[in-house]
């Protein structure tokens, strides 16, 4: 290393570079990495390529812009959500990739469901409320109790089974009770009621 101009020697391609041109190592005497960052990238392509993995090309981006994996766009820094432990401070994947596949994990972590399947399931009820047959199917309906996917239904619908905590003899009466027979229990005895027939 020569101190007066600020340069170094990379140990692999030999040439005299600037400090910045160095990756920070705690453990060397000069706080520096040993090969340059091109050198060490490089040497990190070819040892993953001898195990047989991928490795993706560095694609340079604008100032102020990052690189989406999945719909491969150099998008600005506000259409990122922050986090922490990233060495840049930006989520791996932009917002609309990452609602994307958090909708898609959510899906198949609580119903088991992949989104062709759940595509499948909306076909089938021709894109309507299986209960209203009028708004659009957009909220998984399921048994609490066992899991087990029922279809797909509106949210006023789902809130309205949800409401009545699943209960079917309490949508009966309720039914019952919109088409004008109401259903008063008789009290018999503390605690015990007898429903009419």
């Known amino acids: 290393m020569n101190e007066e101009t600020g340069t170094r020697r990379c140990s692999r391609c030999k040439q005299d570079l600037r400090r910045t041109a ?22 990190y392509r ?13 694609v340079p981006t ?5 690189r989406c994996p999945q719909c491969e766009e150099a998008k600005p820094h506000s259409e990122w959500e922050r986090n922490k432990s990233s060495s840049d401070g930006r989520a791996s994947y932009c917002r609309a990739c990452r609602a994307g596949l958090n909708r898609v994990s959510y899906f198949k972590r609580k119903y088991g469901l992949t989104p062709a399947e759940l595509d499948a399931l909306v076909a089938e009820q021709q894109g309507v409320c299986c209960i209203c047959l009028a708004a659009p ?14 279809g797909v239904l509106c949210f006023s619908c789902n809130a309205a089974l949800g409401q009545f905590k699943d209960r079917a003899d309490a949508i009966r009466r309720g039914a ?4 004008g027979n109401v259903w008063k229990p008789t009290l018999v005895a503390l605690g015990v009621y007898q429903l009419p027939s």
């Open 62 to 66: 604008p100032p102020g812009h990052k």
């Open 176 to 179: 019952a009770y919109l088409e």
């Open 137 to 150: 199917a957009a909220h998984v309906d399921h048994c609490h109790e066992k899991g087990r996917v029922r």
């Open 46 to 58: 070819q040892r993953q390529e001898a195990k047989g993995k991928r490795v993706r090309e560095k």
């Open 22 to 43: 160095f990756a920070s190592n705690k453990s060397m005497s000069d706080g520096l990495q040993a090969y340059c960052r091109e050198c060490s990238a490089e040497y």
